[in-house]
């Protein structure tokens, strides 16, 4: 037996699809840990769809762009490529490429560190600066409509998951490197 997980049909993102039985590839019920996994994978990416969507109605801003302007803030405005590439979970050479468009746009600006010519600092302009206040209660707003349901055990019990999840990625869970299915 396969399982059919269905989507709202209030955002294009998330709607299905002719021929697909929703935005989650059936898997067999069987397979609890296959099926939870790709329910995360596909949940996340349409997550993601979603965030993007909803920052570019809302500001003509990606999810990426707004993830830059979030390690900025947090990073007192200022850090380098190497920093927001960890920060936003991306290769070096796709932020590069980011803060390329984004300098265009005026929201960050490049300079030779003063104290590591070899280093190039992105910094937060204060049209970075205001569009990033701008952007943050449509986070908000994205993170109460995505979560609406889950009270905040569900949310502490989600976060310690995804955390095991992530040190299992990084090859810091119980063996050090992914745990194979059995």
Known sequence: MLTDV??????PSLAKQPGCPGRVVP????DPLSRAFMLFVQTGSAASK?????????????????LVLLALAMNG???????????????????TTLVDRME??????T????????????????RGRSAFGLAVPVAHSIVRELMRGMTQEDANGL????RTIGS???????????????
């Open 104 to 109: 265009k746009e005026q929201f960050v600006a």
């Open 111 to 126: 300079r030779r560190s003063l104290r590591d010519r070899r280093s190039v600092e992105v910094i937060l302009t204060e």
């Open 77 to 95: 405005g200022k850090t380098t490529h190497s920093v927001l590439a960890d920060c936003t979970n991306t290769s070096r050479h796709n932020i």
């Open 159 to 162: 976060e310690t998951h995804l």
């Open 50 to 66: 979603y965030a993007d969507n909803r920052f570019y109605q809302a500001h003509r801003l990606s999810m990426a762009k707004f």
């Open 168 to 182: 299992n990625i990084d090859g810091d869970g119980p063996s050090g490197h992914p745990r194979p299915l059995d």
């Open 6 to 11: 269905h989507t709202s049909a209030r955002s």
């Open 27 to 30: 898997v067999p019920l069987e």
